[in-house]
Structures are given as C-alpha cells and as structure tokens.
C-alpha cells in the first residue's frame, strides 16, 4: 500500500523498506507518554487520527492478513524473536510475503515503542495482503502492508487476577484446522469474536471453545490450563490450541518448578472436577478461572500452583526481553 507524505513522518527517508533508522534519543530515561499516538505505516509515522489503509486493502476486505500481539515491560520487549517467528510462519502459511526482514521489523517495532515513549504496553504488529480489487483473487494485490501500532493495555483489572475468572461453554466451535487452521494468526478473526459475544450475552468474562469431537480447545482466544492433584494438563495444538507465545512460557516455568505439563485431550468435565484452572495468552498473561458453567473450579479461589505461575511469569517479564531504549 502507498502513503502520500501529507501528515505523515519520515523516518529519515529509507531508500528501502528495509531502512528504518532511528528518530529519537534512545536514552534509557522514560518520558511521558505522547498525547496522541505515532502509528507505523510502511516505513513512516503517522499522529494516530491521520494512520490510513485503503477501503481497497485485502485485509480490510476479506481479513486477507495476519497479526501478532505483542507486550512490552520495564523498557524491555517479552519474546520479540519468538514472535516474529510466529508472524513469519503464518506468512509463509497463506503465501504472504512479507516485505521486510525479521532485522528491520524487530528496529520497526522498537522504533514505534520510542516514538511513543513508552515502556509498558502493548504492540499490535500487521500485515496485510495490501491494495487490490474488489475480487478475492490476492494476485491483484502487488505490495503487502506494515502497520505497528503500540498502546498501553489492561484485559483484566489486577482484581480479577487475584479472584479469577468465569467462563461458558458456548456453541460456537473452533474453527476446524482443515478449514482454518489456528496456528495461522490471521486478520479473521470472527470465530473468536462469535463466541466472546456469546460469553458476554452469558454474563462470563471469557467464552469455553469446543473442537469438532467436543473437547475443549481455547477459551475465546487463550490456552487453557488444568490442574488436577498436582498435575497439570493443556489441550495440544492438533486439538484447535493457539501456538502461544504465553503457553511456551508457562511449559519453561513448569520446568522450573519441576512441574510435569502433559498435553492431552480436555473435556468439559475435566475443567468442572479440575483443582485449578489458568488462562494463559499475550494480552491476558497468566489469569486464573475460578467458575465454569456454574460449576466452582476447585475452592472458588485462585490455586497455589496457579498464583505460583503468575508470580514467576511477572518476573520474567520484569527482567527479560529485548531492550527498547539500549
């Protein structure tokens, strides 16, 4: 997709797509947040009410793209490689090239967090399949976008974290990975909004999703964890599971507490008789369940192991990641 230069910044005029040099001082002193936002849009800023895509663009049209959520914390940003990665393969999966490379998406996104001056929130990182017709045929589409946007965020207030969620069953079912398959983090994203409108129609926080042979799959759109007599159990990928970035976290942590995470089938039944029960996803961190379906989960109280994983999974995220302002 073209920009014109009219409201935009250029970030010292790359001779490429590739280039993205910095704009600002990287010292590692914070600074007030921006009153408005600079959005990232193919190689340039923009004030957040001038950011622009086409009506023409394919992922405007059909959710012909892909995306990935990514934290930032204490000046740091949490698995950026390993997001990146993710985003490479849901290209490589679509047939969607990407016209960057990890290098110059990883200075992009860290250059957005610095002209925002921030150093805790949130980045929404996407790429679409660019300008075309109104036909479906991605051909048409010569030149795919970038866009990075960087916000502050809080899915749950800290109260929830410390007396949990609830979650439904909803008739909504994963999207089957013959049809869709989830490990494609794409710009379609209706199946998860579906069954979110039906956990808010419930009255839940969050929404329980089944596969086709009813086993538990993701709840709205995080991993689901369980936890029975000191083992802890997750659906696998081939059941409808997110590959998250999050999820690989908490297998470390379970390593580090020398805790045995067994990947298995997941029934409803099982979350109703589990111990404990977590959610785990980028914007939701680690946050505990504590009813599902009416049903308490345990003692209606956030479990050890549980509260142990959240304090574990907030120290990494305060002392590891990619440095923003170094």
Do not use: W
Not at 84 to 101: F, G, T, V
Not at 112 to 131: E, H, P, S
Not at 158 to 182: C, D, F, H, Q
Not at 258 to 282: S, Y
Request: net charge neutral; glycine share 8%; aromatic share 6%.
């Amino acid at each position: 997709m073209k920009t014109s230069d009219v409201g935009g910044t250029v970030i010292d005029k790359p001779k490429s797509r590739e280039a993205v040099e910095p704009a600002v001082d990287k010292s590692t002193t914070a600074k007030p947040a921006a009153k408005k936002s600079q959005i990232y849009v193919d190689g340039k800023f923009y004030a957040e009410g001038e950011a622009k895509v086409s009506v023409f663009d394919h992922g405007l049209l059909y959710g012909d793209g892909i995306f990935e959520g990514i934290r930032f914390y204490n000046g740091r940003v949490f698995r950026l490689e390993e997001h990146l990665d993710r985003l490479s393969d849901s290209a490589r999966s679509i047939c969607l090239e990407i016209p960057m490379s990890p290098r110059a998406m990883a200075e992009a996104v860290l250059e957005t967090i610095r002209q925002n001056d921030l150093r805790d929130g949130y980045i929404r990182l996407i790429v679409t399949r660019g300008v075309g017709n109104l036909g479906l045929n991605p051909e048409q589409c010569k030149t795919p976008s970038v866009i990075i946007i960087v916000a502050q965020i809080a899915l749950y207030s800290e109260e929830m974290y410390k007396k949990g969620l609830t979650i439904v069953t909803v008739a909504t079912r994963r999207t089957n990975p013959s049809a869709l398959n989830p490990a494609v983090k794409s710009l379609n994203y209706l199946n998860n909004v579906m069954a979110r409108i039906e956990a808010n129609l419930a009255g839940a926080d969050e929404a329980l999703m089944l596969n086709d042979a009813g086993n538990v799959a993701e709840c709205t759109a995080d991993n689901v964890f369980i936890i029975k007599r000191g083992q802890i159990f997750t659906p696998p990928i081939s059941a409808g599971a997110l590959r998250g970035i999050t999820r690989s976290v908490v297998f470390d942590i379970a390593a580090e507490l020398g805790l045995k995470i067994t990947e298995t089938d997941v029934t409803r039944h099982d979350v109703f008789i589990a111990d404990e029960c977590f959610l785990t996803g980028t914007a939701a961190e680690v946050i505990p369940v504590v009813k599902a379906d009416g049903r308490t989960i345990g003692t209606g109280k956030p479990g050890s192991i549980t509260m142990r994983m959240i304090g574990r999974f907030r120290e990494m995220t305060r002392e590891t990641g990619t440095p923003i302002f170094d």
